[in-house]
């Protein structure tokens, strides 16, 4: 057979990505994705109330299930981002209670937990809001997860001793002979010769409580609840029980009261005072970086129970991804571009210092949090569970900016300017901007969020065409050459590689480094990379005979 030409024209719409021409067959998508999973829905109904109420499951599926996980087991889709580890209910093995070490809890123990919350920072938030009965309704589906609560004897609380005063000075010596110091360290502070090692039962790290933040324990903060903690435990912890020695009564408030005495006032609520105020009229003061310092919680897992919907969807994004293997290991490798690195993989203040929020990426809050308070575009009701609309917002009044629907909320990280960045062949590396300015999309009347985010849901994130074509160009693939005898058709393909630059860049930073933490990271980076490509087009044409 003799030589045979065909052409495949192929049109595609500017979005970012490197598309290849090839022969041969597509390889399967295989898209970028977290490891989170999509909030699952409540299982069977095991709690009932009124008519119009909810019930049991429905509040736990609402309010509990993003860090908890559908089956009580502490593996929501939150979890992995909670600096806390969510309790595991299946385990029985709760921290905070008035009964003895190992024991369950009592059901006010349980109440008194979701009403106030864990304490610690990024731990679980108080549920103040719930009417008594839906905290009872909620008490009941906790207890269904483990068989213990049908097994095990009622808990009785513990009875601390009476109290006949107490010496601060005392006090302070039995901190040193009871061992105290070994994990909470001299001062308190949380940095004892041990407080590293210390694993929980489930294996992940049990940071000593810094007894100088009484905002953050987990069982409050006065002598009596100091006393309860100090002789009942944390279970599932390294915090034991302690068993006081037979004419020691007097010590235990004496401890209660050194510990007291170590406490400090918690900061004041608002920004740090002296620092820069948020600039929140335009798009361009808003994403003015690093964002300023603010105060409250600002950790992406927090959000999950009011915008379970929009989590889920965040969480799968490269923007929960922002500070991947292939960022860190550069930042290790060249440290003077780590600033730059920052203001857009992790742009609010609090995570320079913060690995917990450093592993959010651009976060909830990197978007929606400036001052302590909340920002987005105009509220509507679905951006929230059902349940939830009923309830204030803890963090207060969503304050609409109409630039959050604006494609130029985007530009401060996804368009480079001159004297910013250099240039890739001709142009910005980020410079989807103004390539949208020039679309058909922008002549339309469409912006980023439109497309990407439309009814403000995260729509996937994957890439659908190519930004080095321009709009309502061509590309051609032309077959020229012997085809071997006997065939009957010959397939085209085009297959995407949105990260082609990254790999090229990251494999030649792999080849230089010196490191061999880098060096980790890197290949790590590019095993990922290397999952992203994915087949745009297959065109089959038969051969002419």
């Known amino acids: 057979m003799g030589a045979w030409r065909s052409r495949i024209l192929l049109t595609v719409v500017a979005t970012g990505a490197l598309v290849a021409l090839a022969l041969g067959v597509v390889r399967r998508d295989a898209r970028w994705a977290a490891s989170l999973r999509r909030a699952p829905t409540a299982g069977a109904v095991t ?61 006010q123990d349980l109440r008194d937990v979701i009403r106030r919350g864990a304490g610690a920072d990024g731990a679980m938030p108080a549920f103040e809001m719930l009417e008594p009965s839906e905290v009872d309704l909620l008490v009941t589906r906790t207890k269904a997860f483990s ?25 302070a010596q039995i901190y040193q002979a009871w061992g105290c110091a070994a994990c909470h360290g001299e001062s308190g502070a ?23 933040r009484p905002w953050t324990f987990k069982a409050g903060a006065d002598e009596p609840d100091l006393a309860h903690s100090v002789v009942t435990g944390f279970n599932g912890t390294t915090m034991p029980g302690m068993q006081v020695p037979a004419g020691g009564e007097d010590g235990l408030w004496d401890l209660a009261a050194y510990l007291r005495s170590l ?19 335009t798009a361009r003061g808003y994403w003015n970086t690093p964002v300023p310092a603010q105060a409250g919680d600002l ?13 889920a969807d965040w969480s799968r994004t490269r923007h929960a991804l922002a500070l991947s293997p292939g960022v860190w290991a550069q930042m290790h490798d060249q440290p003077e ?50 349940l939830v609309a009923k309830f ?80 309502a160009e061509t590309a051609t693939l032309t077959y020229q050459g012997a085809l071997p005898p006997g065939t009957l058709a010959i397939a085209g393909s085009v297959i995407v590689r949105p990260d082609a ?45």
Request: aromatic residues 6%.
């Open 47 to 107: 709690s009932a109330s009124g008519a119009g109420r909810a019930t049991g499951d429905e509040l736990y599926a609402t309010f509990c299930q993003s860090c908890h996980g559908r089956e009580g087991r502490g593996d929501g889709p939150a979890a992995p981002l909670c600096p806390v580890p969510p309790a595991d209910f299946t385990r029985a093995e709760f921290k905070v209670r008035s009964t003895a070490s190992g024991a369950l809890p009592r059901d």
């Open 147 to 171: 068989a213990r609560w049908q097994t095990d004897p009622a808990p009785a609380e513990v009875a601390l001793p009476r109290r006949r005063g107490a010496d601060v000075s005392r006090g």
């Open 190 to 212: 949380g940095d004892g010769p041990r407080a590293r090692e210390l694993r929980t039962t489930r294996g992940s790290p049990d940071p000593p409580t810094d007894l100088r």
């Open 263 to 281: 406490q400090q006032a918690p900061p004041p609520d608002g920004p740090p005072p002296g620092g820069p105020a948020a600039d929140t009229a």
């Open 299 to 311: 950790a992406a897992a927090t959000c999950a129970g009011c915008h379970a919907a929009q989590f």
């Open 337 to 386: 571009l780590s600033g730059n690195c920052v203001s857009c993989h992790a742009p609010l203040t609090e995570q320079l210092t913060d690995e917990y929020l450093q592993s959010d990426g651009v976060s909830c809050s990197a978007c929606h949090a400036r001052g302590g308070q909340r920002f987005g575009p105009p509220v509507r009701s679905t951006t929230l569970a059902p």
């Open 392 to 471: 204030p917002a803890p963090h207060g009044a969503t304050n609409a900016r109409d630039f959050f629907e604006q494609s130029d909320f985007c530009a401060r990280c996804h368009q480079f300017a001159e004297g910013e960045a250099p240039k890739v062949n001709g142009k910005f590396l980020e410079n989807t901007v103004e390539e949208w300015r020039a679309s058909r999309a922008a002549r339309e009347g469409k912006t980023c969020q439109a497309c990407h985010m439309p009814d403000r849901r995260r729509a996937g994130w994957r890439e659908l065409s190519d930004t080095r074509l321009p709009q």
């Open 501 to 545: 630059y990254h790999v090229r860049s990251l494999a030649g930073h792999l080849r230089e480094t010196r490191s061999d933490a880098s060096r980790r990271l890197y290949q790590q980076a590019l095993a990922e990379m290397g999952q992203s490509d994915y087949g745009l087009l297959r065109d089959v044409r038969d051969v002419p005979r």
